[in-house]
């Protein structure tokens, strides 16, 4: 019916259970989940292997990008899931992705995303109540850990090229309005980081990211500062916490562009305090 591409590093902590979620409901051996574990230091491949059905491949190299070819050569079934390791779909979910599918014209989906933010401290709250308002994210398919693609989708996406530090921004910026969908009744949950510092060092790897995809031509734009204050004017209760988004932004800005002169893509900063 399917297949999932799931890149891992050091995942052993959740991943079994979001795998678990992933296949509730699902016939055996009607979805192909390929996990591939990238320079793992940790239980990551023996905790995948725990969930009856699922394929688990093993590569020195700790690159997701990496970890991708290697998925996507392994999976031959379409349409394929592209998901992240540390979010959570259910099957259900992932049925409603595949079914969005079917519509004349589309070739890429993504569900809704969840963002728990009871645990995280009033910063990165603030942070993310900005983030989430705004209309590129609520209507693009990046920053959900998950999106799926048509075989004709994937074609595109392999043809614009592999490596890209932030993969699904590319995915998204590949397709038109048309073309793609947020599956309204599918819902994705994303652990955001607890701490500020963790945001930052998220947000600095997607300033990395996103330089690198404007120097491919793969992104159309960001969001601009009267694109905050129109957000802002419109709903007052956002606008309070535009400082604190356009403070976490200039920062992290500011701290990629060491990688960015060095193009240094590789080094993945990623935050442990959602996985806590």
């Known amino acids: ?35 591939v574990c990238n320079g793992c230091t ?38 394929r899931l592209h998901l992240d390791a540390d979010v959570r779909l259910t099957g259900t979910d992932l049925l409603r992705l595949i079914d969005a599918l079917d519509e004349d014209g589309v070739l890429a ?18 942070y993310y109540r900005v983030w989430q308002a705004l209309p ?7 920053g959900r850990g998950a999106f799926c693609l048509t075989a004709e989708g994937q074609a595109r996406v392999a043809a614009a090229g592999n490596g890209l530090l932030n993969d699904d921004l590319v995915a998204s910026e590949l397709f038109t309005p ?3 969908r947020v599956v309204a009744d599918a819902t994705v949950v994303v652990r955001p980081p607890r701490t500020v510092k963790d945001l930052v060092r998220r947000r600095i790897r997607v300033a990395t990211g996103n330089a690198q ?4 031509g793969a992104r159309n734009g960001s969001t601009s500062l009267s694109d905050l204050l129109a957000l802002g004017l419109r709903q007052p209760s956002i606008g309070l916490r535009v400082p ?8 992290a800005r500011m701290l990629s562009r060491r990688a960015v002169r060095t193009g240094d893509y590789t080094t993945w900063l990623r935050d442990e305090s959602s996985r806590a």
């Open 1 to 35: 019916m399917a297949s999932v591409v799931v890149p891992a590093h050091d995942e052993a902590g959740g991943l079994s259970e979001n795998l678990t979620a992933l296949l509730d409901g699902i016939p055996y051996g009607a979805v192909d989940v390929v996990v």
């Open 42 to 79: 940790d239980d990551t491949a023996a905790m995948a292997r725990t969930v009856p059905g699922v394929r688990v491949l093993e590569i020195a190299e700790a690159s997701k990008a990496r970890a991708v070819e290697v998925g996507n050569l392994a999976a031959h079934t379409f349409p």
């Open 109 to 126: 989906v993504a569900p809704e995303r969840r963002v728990p933010l009871a645990s995280s401290s009033w910063p990165v709250r603030a």
């Open 136 to 142: 590129s994210v609520r209507s693009g398919l990046f």
């Open 178 to 180: 048309d073309e793609r």
């Open 213 to 216: 995809a404007d120097d491919h």
């Open 244 to 251: 604190v988004f356009l403070t976490v932004t200039l920062v």
